[in-house]
């Protein structure tokens, strides 16, 4: 595998001064991007693929173990509050449980039925798409959760450090991003995890936008739970309307906090219950709204 060959780049790692040993990680991590982008046409397809899924009730399941579960359950939590999603919508399932989270627990991503057994008890939809995250591609819990969830039925997508690598073979769509030997041999916590980062942030986040949760580039569907994202969610309809920010609180207030009501109402002059149906009609994509209504 390419992730536990020795990287000839940093054989003297050990014996370099400090601000050397920087340079060293920051030229290896500059290589990820580019091995990122040329997995674009796989993480675009999968996209596609999840995102009339999700519009029709279907949730995004990540599966993963160490370092790769970790990160899936990140991008899961980061979803509620950025897109306003329900908790179960983006949802990760990690080898040991959510305790894994914190620290580790010995053997659990070799259990490949209890892979199978935790993902078919999520009771999988046809609408639903389930992610493997494996940095090896081959870690035994995400192998037993694919292939459970591809005997199901269900959409089934794999990402991987290495190629060829078994969890790319089980999926419907297969995202490898073969980053190379790591600074600290086998450590994939470091150039693997960094691919895995960007990839997952991809996934989301472009399906989220497909969902129309995003409004040129402004996050129309944010949670207003703090100052910070009250504060944000005022710019919001202030940039996306040209209103004063003093207007802008007062279509919120109106709104109930709701952006893209606030939104509507101030760009189409009309109340908030008319904008709240405007919207229904376009399923909450905004753009689509206001596109079919200045026609």
């Not at 060959?5 to 290896?28: F, S, V």
């Not at 509050?81 to 908790?87: C, I, L, Q, S, W």
């Not at 939104?263 to 753009?287: C, H, P, T, Y």
Request: aromatic share 2%; hydrophobic share 45%.
């Amino acid at each position: 595998m390419l992730t536990e060959q020795r990287n000839p780049r940093t054989m003297h790692i050990d014996h370099a001064a400090t601000l050397d040993i920087i340079h060293i990680m920051n030229d290896e991590d500059a290589t990820v991007a580019h091995v990122v982008r040329d997995a674009a046409p796989e993480i675009a397809r999968a996209v596609d693929a999840i995102a009339p899924r999700m519009e029709r009730g279907g949730r995004l399941i990540y599966v993963g173990a160490g370092t790769s579960g970790r990160l899936a359950l990140i991008d899961a939590v980061e979803c509620v509050p950025t897109f306003n999603v329900e908790p179960d919508r983006v949802q990760a399932l990690l080898a040991g449980g959510n305790d894994a989270f914190v620290r580790s627990i010995e053997g659990a991503e070799d259990d490949r039925a209890q892979g199978a057994v935790d993902v078919r008890a999520l009771n999988l939809t046809a609408d639903d798409s389930v992610v493997g995250i494996a940095a090896s591609g081959r870690t035994p819990y995400v192998v037993g959760a694919l292939q459970a969830a591809r005997d199901d039925g269900v959409l089934t997508i794999a990402v991987s450090c290495n190629a060829p690598a078994p969890i790319l073979d089980i999926a419907d769509i297969a995202i490898a991003a073969p980053v190379g030997p790591e600074v600290v041999t086998g450590s994939t916590r470091l150039k693997a995890g960094t691919a895995q980062k960007m990839i997952l942030n991809m996934l989301s986040t472009a399906t989220m936008i497909r969902l129309g949760k995003v409004y040129s580039n402004l996050m129309v569907d944010v949670q207003i739970v703090n100052e910070k994202l009250a504060a944000r969610a005022v710019r919001i309809v202030a940039e996306a309307t040209h209103a004063t920010e003093a207007e802008a609180r007062a279509l919120l207030q109106q709104s109930d906090n709701q952006i893209k009501v606030a939104i509507v109402m101030r760009l189409l002059n009309v109340s908030a219950d008319e904008a709240r149906a405007i919207l229904q009609q376009s399923r909450g994509k905004l753009g689509e709204a206001l596109a079919n209504l200045k026609r």
